[in-house]
C-alpha cells in the first residue's frame, strides 16, 4: 500500500497528473527512511533532512512532524515487511507549465515502502568495487532533490564498469558517493569529508561518526583529496539502504590489500549494535 495525497491505496492504482511538476521539472524533494522491525531509524533526523530541503527549494512542508510521524507509521502497519525503507516525496504539485512557482496550489505528497533486504553476504565478505568520476552536479548537493539525473548517469557508470558506486571528484577533494557518502582510513583514523553544499548529510553518516565518537575511534572531519582517496588504507561507503560497505577495489586497483579491513568491521559490528539497541527500546 502506498500513500498518495490523503488516501493509502495499492501502487497499481496510485495516478499523478502529466502536468505535476515532479514529472515536468523533478520540482521536488525526497526521502528515504529505513525501517527496522516495524520502527522507523532516525525519523526525527530525516524529517528535519526533509524540512531542510523544502526550505533549499522553497516550497512549505505540507504537514507538520508529527502528522508525518502518523503517516510513516500507518504506511509501516499496512506494509508486511518487518524491515522496510520509506520513500517519501514531495513535489510543487500540478500547474500549468511555467519554470516560475504556481500560487495557491497543493504539494504532491507520496510515500511507499518497499521490503528493506539485508546486502548481499559476498559484498559484507569481500566488500565491493567502485569507480571514480568528476562531480558534475549542481552546487546544492544538499538538498535531497528528485531531480537526479546527474546521479543517475553517474551511478549508470559503475554499474557498467561492474561496480557498484561512483566515488566522486570535484577540484582535487572527494564529495561523496553517486548515491552514498564516502568515508576513509588513513593511519588508522577514520576521515570524513565535512558536510557543505557539495554533499548529501547523510543519516547513516551522522550515525558512524557518532559511533566512532562513542566508542573512541581516532577519527576526524576534514577535506580530503583525492591523493589521499587513491593511497587510502580502507575506503568505506555508508547509506540508509546498504549501512556500511568497505571499498576494497578502486578503479580496478586493490584498496589497502585489497579486503575489508579492521575499521569496516569495527564500525559494521558497531552499526549492527546499535540497530539492535533500538529496535528493543
Ligand atoms: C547522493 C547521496 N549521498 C549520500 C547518501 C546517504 O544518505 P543517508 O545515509 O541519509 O541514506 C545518499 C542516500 O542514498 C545519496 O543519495
Same mark, same amino acid.
Given at each position: 500500500? +502506498?500513500?498518495?495525497?490523503?488516501?493509502?491505496?495499492?501502487?497499481?492504482?496510485?495516478?499523478?497528473?502529466?502536468?505535476?511538476?515532479?514529472?515536468?521539472?523533478?520540482?521536488?524533494?525526497?526521502?528515504?527512511?529505513?525501517?527496522?522491525?516495524? $520502527?522507523?531509524?532516525?525519523?526525527?533526523?530525516?524529517?528535519?533532512?526533509?524540512?531542510?530541503?523544502?526550505?533549499?527549494?522553497?516550497?512549505?512542508?505540507?504537514?507538520?512532524?508529527?502528522?508525518?510521524?502518523?503517516?510513516?507509521?500507518?504506511?509501516?502497519?499496512?506494509?508486511?515487511?518487518?524491515?522496510?525503507?520509506?520513500?517519501?516525496?514531495?513535489?510543487?504539485?500540478?500547474?500549468?507549465?511555467?519554470?516560475?512557482?504556481?500560487?495557491? &496550489?497543493?504539494?504532491?505528497?507520496?510515500?511507499?515502502?518497499?521490503?528493506?533486504?539485508?546486502?548481499?553476504?559476498?559484498?559484507? &565478505?569481500?566488500?565491493?568495487?567502485? +569507480?571514480?568520476?568528476?562531480?558534475?552536479?549542481?552546487?546544492?548537493?544538499?538538498?535531497?532533490?528528485?531531480?537526479?539525473?546527474?546521479?543517475?548517469?553517474?551511478?549508470?557508470?559503475?554499474? *557498467?564498469?561492474?561496480?557498484?558506486?561512483?566515488?566522486?571528484?570535484?577540484?582535487?577533494?572527494?564529495?561523496?558517493?553517486?548515491?552514498?557518502?564516502?568515508?576513509?582510513?588513513?593511519?588508522?583514523?577514520?576521515?570524513?569529508?565535512?558536510?557543505?553544499?557539495?554533499?548529501?548529510?547523510?543519516?547513516?553518516?551522522?550515525?558512524?561518526?557518532?559511533?566512532?565518537?562513542?566508542?573512541? &575511534?581516532?577519527?576526524? &572531519?576534514?577535506? +580530503?583529496?583525492?591523493?589521499?582517496?587513491?593511497?587510502?588504507?580502507?575506503?568505506?561507503?555508508?547509506?540508509?539502504? $546498504?549501512? +556500511?560497505?568497505?571499498?576494497?577495489?578502486?578503479? #580496478?586497483?586493490?584498496?589497502? *590489500?585489497?579486503?575489508?579491513?579492521?575499521?569496516?568491521?569495527?564500525?559494521?559490528?558497531?552499526?549492527?549494535?546499535?540497530?539492535?539497541?533500538?529496535?528493543? #527500546?
Amino acid at each position: 500500500m +502506498i500513500y498518495l495525497n490523503g488516501d493509502f491505496m495499492p501502487l497499481e492504482e496510485a495516478r499523478i497528473p502529466v502536468l505535476d511538476r515532479g514529472f515536468i521539472f523533478g520540482d521536488g524533494v525526497y526521502e528515504v527512511i529505513p525501517v527496522y522491525s516495524h $520502527k522507523p531509524f532516525r525519523l526525527a533526523e530525516h524529517l528535519l533532512r526533509l524540512q531542510h530541503s523544502l526550505d533549499g527549494i522553497r516550497l512549505q512542508n505540507p504537514h507538520s512532524d508529527d502528522e508525518w510521524s502518523r503517516l510513516v507509521e500507518q504506511i509501516i502497519v499496512r506494509n508486511e515487511s518487518d524491515d522496510q525503507y520509506l520513500y517519501l516525496h514531495v513535489t510543487r504539485g500540478v500547474a500549468k507549465r511555467d519554470h516560475a512557482f504556481p500560487k495557491g &496550489v497543493m504539494p504532491t505528497v507520496f510515500i511507499m515502502s518497499n521490503p528493506l533486504l539485508a546486502p548481499p553476504r559476498e559484498w559484507l &565478505v569481500n566488500g565491493v568495487a567502485a +569507480i571514480t568520476a568528476s562531480d558534475n552536479r549542481w552546487l546544492r548537493c544538499d538538498i535531497k532533490a528528485i531531480s537526479l539525473l546527474p546521479n543517475v548517469l553517474l551511478r549508470q557508470m559503475a554499474v *557498467d564498469a561492474g561496480a557498484v558506486e561512483t566515488v566522486l571528484l570535484r577540484e582535487g577533494f572527494m564529495t561523496e558517493g553517486a548515491a552514498s557518502n564516502i568515508f576513509m582510513v588513513k593511519n588508522d583514523t577514520l576521515l570524513a569529508p565535512p558536510k557543505n553544499h557539495l554533499m548529501l548529510p547523510g543519516i547513516t553518516y551522522d550515525v558512524v561518526l557518532e559511533l566512532a565518537a562513542a566508542h573512541n &575511534v581516532p577519527h576526524e &572531519v576534514r577535506a +580530503i583529496s583525492e591523493y589521499e582517496v587513491r593511497t587510502a588504507q580502507e575506503l568505506l561507503l555508508t547509506s540508509s539502504t $546498504k549501512e +556500511i560497505m568497505a571499498i576494497t577495489h578502486l578503479d #580496478g586497483k586493490p584498496v589497502g *590489500d585489497g579486503k575489508p579491513g579492521s575499521m569496516f568491521a569495527l564500525l559494521h559490528q558497531l552499526y549492527q549494535n546499535y540497530k539492535t539497541t533500538i529496535m528493543r #527500546g
